[in-house]
């Protein structure tokens, strides 16, 4: 790891965020119902690691006694914190979640003068330059125990995911960094030719660009806001240009019988169904019967015909019929490559071995409804070999009747920039897209 210059990335990408205007610092800051909602807040998301994300939506909901303003102003900071949470336990461990508010409100530019509460003033304590706690914490540390630091992780899964990322990627504070920054908005064009989509995106007076590694993706810059537009309903997914990649490598074919077996709300399945042009049949499993609902809502209003069917453990709630020519596998994952969306997603990283276990489950049971001949993508949001290449490494093992095939023949319009040996991989701070690995298997016969 090339340490110093790594780290001072990674700081420096934490710390770069817009600060408020001046009074919203002190109205975080003083007692009242900012504060005291905000920090409550952030204690429960503290708490919660696993299910943070939920809790942070379902409390900035219900916060009724905020101003639509103040509950704006209270999100942008619990996300921040979120963020930046590592760099908080470094600089002050001892802190409870008041005195991690204040110490970065004060980081973004309050006077710290302006805490003159007892309360506050006892949690808030010596003010102290975080990046420089940072760096202090971290100078000694071996290079995988720095990264689980970085992290915010400890102990043996630090070391593990820590060593992981020096495996895969020969700067891993590189893509710390990247996935400290704040994630474009990406879109998949559906119902108009993309330079069309673009072209009336920015006759909206948005800033699109043409994605540089999709077919159909548009980009446009962070926290673009995409409400009241004058388009017809179908125009365009919201879609990662490295999900999209990930649904293009099935080379889904007019007339086949698909399965998105892991589905979630369906980006990937409408995708798949695009490519399927109205014929063949296409069907959809999660268990989360939600998400089911949600993709059911997105496919009518995209014009995609897909059939849906909840999984519980003792299988499908319906018959899924015979075996399929192309099964796409989107696993649960830690979602590592999605950590700059979604950054509480790294406290998932405490049960990687109970991940990888599931994935191989998933794995397996999606591999044997494949038809002989037929193909199946595996594919992950996570950076870690531990939950791309290992796992495919271990089921071709296991299964002597599967090959891999090489990305780039399964898709040979994929550019070489995203192909890592057989397997597709994207990088935030590389390509610009979220972190996805994809391996594409066929079944012999």
Do not use: N
Not at 65 to 77: I, K, M, T, W, Y
Not at 189 to 205: I, K, N, S, T
């Amino acid at each position: 790891m090339q340490a110093e210059a790594g780290i001072e990335s990674w700081v420096r990408a934490l710390t770069a965020v817009a600060p408020p205007e001046d009074e919203a610092l002190r109205r975080a800051a003083v007692p009242g119902r900012v504060r005291g909602i905000g920090v409550d807040l952030w204690a429960r998301v503290r708490a919660a690691r696993g299910g943070a994300g939920g809790v942070m939506r379902r409390g900035l909901r219900e916060a009724r006694a905020l101003h639509s303003r103040e509950r704006r102003l209270v999100g942008d900071l619990l996300r921040s914190l979120v963020r930046v949470e590592p760099l908080l336990a470094l600089a002050r461990p001892a802190d409870g979640p008041l005195g991690q508010w204040l110490a970065w409100l004060v980081h973004l530019g309050l006077d710290p003068e302006a805490v003159s509460d007892e309360e506050g003033l006892a949690a808030l304590g010596e003010v102290v330059d975080l990046a420089e706690a940072a760096r202090s914490a971290l100078a000694d540390l071996e290079p995988a125990a720095a990264l689980g630091a970085l992290l915010g992780l400890q102990g043996a899964v630090a070391a593990r995911v820590g060593a992981d990322l020096l495996r895969g990627t020969g700067d891993p504070t590189a893509f710390l960094a990247g996935s400290a920054e704040r994630a474009p908005v990406g879109l998949r064009a559906h119902g108009m030719p993309r330079d069309e989509l673009v072209a009336r995106l920015r006759a909206e007076g948005l800033d699109p660009e043409p994605g540089r590694w999709a077919a159909d993706a548009v980009v446009l810059p962070a926290g673009s806001h995409l409400g009241g537009l004058g388009l017809p309903p179908d125009a365009y997914e919201l879609q990662d240009e490295g999900s999209q990649l990930v649904a293009a490598l099935l080379d889904v074919r007019p007339g086949e019988r698909v399965l998105d077996a892991c589905a979630g709300a369906g980006g990937k399945t409408l995708a798949l169904g695009r490519a399927l042009g109205g014929s063949g049949t296409l069907w959809a499993t999660d268990v989360r019967g939600p998400a089911l609902g949600e993709l059911k809502r997105r496919a009518h209003a995209a014009g995609v015909r897909v059939r849906t069917a909840l999984l519980r453990e003792e299988g499908p709630s319906v018959e899924l019929g015979s075996a399929f020519d192309a099964v796409l596998v989107d696993a649960p994952c830690t979602g590592s490559g999605v950590w700059r969306r979604h950054p509480e997603l790294r406290w998932r990283l405490a049960d990687l071995e109970a991940t990888t276990a599931l994935q191989d489950r998933v794995l397996r049971a999606s591999a044997a409804r494949v038809r002989p001949g037929g193909r199946l993508v595996y594919a992950t949001c996570s950076v870690l070999r531990a939950e791309g290449e290992d796992r495919v490494d271990a089921f071709l093992a296991e299964h002597p009747g599967w090959t891999l095939v090489p990305a780039r023949q399964a898709l040979p319009t994929l550019d070489r920039a995203l192909v890592d040996g057989p397997f597709l991989r994207t990088w935030p701070e590389r390509h610009g897209v979220d972190g996805f690995f994809g391996a594409c298997l066929e079944r012999v016969g």
